[in-house]
């Protein structure tokens, strides 16, 4: 079987250490408390700077859930 592991990462410490124990890549993220949100450019470039596996940053621009989203736009 062919997997790959993602783990997401809120610290450029947790990102090293998910790399050391065998990550594949990682998604970069923000605000656990909101769910996630997009990482600031500084952690994206010292994500980069530090670690040699694929790095996905989310591109959300807010928390909450995604329906109440939604239910913004009305």
């Given at each position: 079987?062919?997997?790959k592991?993602?783990?997401?990462?809120?610290?450029?410490?947790?990102?090293?250490?998910a790399q050391a124990t065998?990550?594949?890549?990682?998604?970069?993220?923000?605000?656990?408390?909101e769910?996630?949100?997009?990482?600031?450019?500084?952690?994206?470039?010292a994500?980069?700077?530090?670690?040699h596996?694929?790095?996905?940053?989310?591109?959300r621009?807010?928390?909450?859930?995604?329906?109440?989203a939604?239910?913004n736009?009305k």
């Amino acid at each position: 079987m062919n997997f790959k592991l993602e783990v997401i990462g809120f610290n450029i410490e947790s990102c090293i250490l998910a790399q050391a124990t065998g990550a594949h890549r990682i998604e970069l993220c923000d605000n656990p408390g909101e769910g996630g949100t997009t990482p600031s450019y500084g952690f994206i470039k010292a994500a980069r700077e530090n670690l040699h596996i694929e790095l996905y940053p989310i591109i959300r621009p807010r928390g909450g859930d995604f329906f109440t989203a939604m239910l913004n736009l009305k």
